[in-house]
């Protein structure tokens, strides 16, 4: 049991942490709400069907938890890609790297244009790699409404980014 919960972490850990923070706002409070997750799951038994899922949606009920429980959301709002950073590539010369690093940041102002809905399931579904039925699973939505939200945040980050460049 906790063997299995340790590789869902390890596979998952980005995933969870990036849903955890466009949630809580927070790295601090990400971090709380993934260890509140698995302390709780370790203490129970996972329920059969997609545990990839059931785990996703234990770290968002804990991050909500912790949401609530903060009432300052706007003031601990914080990016999702705040200690992010690009891997390096050794062949770029000193410009190419800049406007990585300008991208990198116009893809930020973007994201963090969108809505709580969009930007939860952005990365559910480009970040952490879920398909739709998990995405949806884990925000307690129906499919097409998961895949709704994830289409409209990708027209907007498209129309956002067109502006841009």
């Known amino acids: 049991m906790s063997e299995s919960l340790e590789i869902l972490y390890r596979t998952h850990r980005q995933g969870l942490y990036s849903l955890a923070i466009t949630i809580t706002g927070s790295h601090q409070l990400a971090e709380d709400s993934v260890q509140n997750a698995f302390t709780k799951l370790f203490a129970c038994r ?5 545990q990839v899922a059931y785990v996703y949606k234990t770290v968002r009920n804990s991050a909500i938890d912790i949401r609530r429980t903060i009432r300052r959301q706007a003031q601990l709002k914080e990016s999702l890609f705040n200690g992010y950073r690009p891997v390096n590539d050794r062949t770029k010369t000193p410009p190419e790297d800049l406007l990585t690093k300008e991208r990198h940041e116009q893809l930020r ?11 939860e399931a952005v990365v559910l579904k480009a970040f952490a790699g879920l398909t739709f039925e998990q995405s949806g699973a884990v925000a307690n939505v129906p499919v ?3 895949a709704t939200r994830y289409r409209r945040a990708l027209i907007k980050l498209e129309d956002h980014l067109n502006d841009e460049f």
Do not use: N, R, V
């Open 109 to 119: 102002i973007a994201i963090e244009s969108l809505s709580d809905h969009e930007q």
């Open 46 to 50: 996972l329920p059969p069907g997609d």
């Open 144 to 146: 097409k409404t998961i």
